[in-house]
């Protein structure tokens, strides 16, 4: 027999002996189960109660802990919980998305209101009008002054404050006729690293309906612009966006007489301040969304309002 075979033969011997101990500990594990389930019920006769073995088997109420998830596994698996950065990105996240939610109702409310007064308008042109020939009667209705006097107190409709103010801003940039471009504001890129094509690409009309992209508050640090030009020309600009827009008055050309009652008088929306990339030339507008008492589009029940895009601030490099 050769030492490799002898090695074999070892192994399985060694094999052979730990499966034999392993059977006959459970063989006998097996056989104690059975003769304790056989004595317990003469137990539990000889002494009116559970013996301690049932007693530390019964089932008991696990209480529960109700708490958040974070701190659970901060105590539990402290590797794995979230830092305390990521919790309080995790909520302003969430504030920022309780404020656009308000922003929507007032925005509704807004619209309401418009509608109202334009609804208002029309009944009372209406009631000016002469009546047709032989035009069958009218079905009674409320007096439209009335459901307007109702609706108004309901919305605490309001004149608007003037002039027009903002509080945050809705941010977005676009780059044309560069090989590459950053725009960096608040945190994010809103640039485009890719090459862009020229703007007369997409014919004269190519910032219409422009809005920002990512809600801020009054006013982050200014904006840090990087690009490079198709000639090869590297250009760097910082644009300060709270020193263009300090007065915090937002660009428009709605006359004052024009825009309708609002609730408490306030304009519920943020206005778009946005940022355009040129070759060599940058550009700062703004667009907010002003309500009017007439339909910009005559026909068009959706065209009370007006969002011009307003030219601030240009600069050449």
Known sequence: MTAKMMIYAALASSALLSLSVFVAFAWSERRWRERERSLRPSLVAASGALPATAAEDAPHAIPIQRRPFHEALLEGEPSLAPSPRVRAISQEL??????????????KLTHLAAAASLGLAACSHSSTAAKAPNQPPAVAVPRSEETYAEMRTRLNLQPVEWPLKFKQHNFGARCYDTLACQVWYAG???????PTPPSSAYGPGYLDNWNGSISFDN?????????????????????????????????????????????????GTAANILLEVNDRTIRVYMRAMIPTRHL????????????DLILVKTATY
């Open 219 to 267: 006013f982050p640090s200014p904006a840090e612009v990087t690009w490079q030009t198709r000639d090869g020309g590297e250009h760097r600009a910082e644009i300060d966006i709270g020193e263009i827009f300090k007065d915090e008055l937002i660009r428009h050309n709605v006359p004052r007489e024009d825009i309708p009652e609002l609730p408490i008088g306030k304009l």
């Open 188 to 194: 994010f890129d809103h640039g485009d690293r890719d």
């Open 296 to 307: 910009q589009i005559p026909g068009n029940q959706y065209s009370d309002f007006r969002d």
């Open 94 to 107: 969430a504030q920022r998305q309780s404020k656009r939610e308000a922003e929507n109702d007032e925005m």
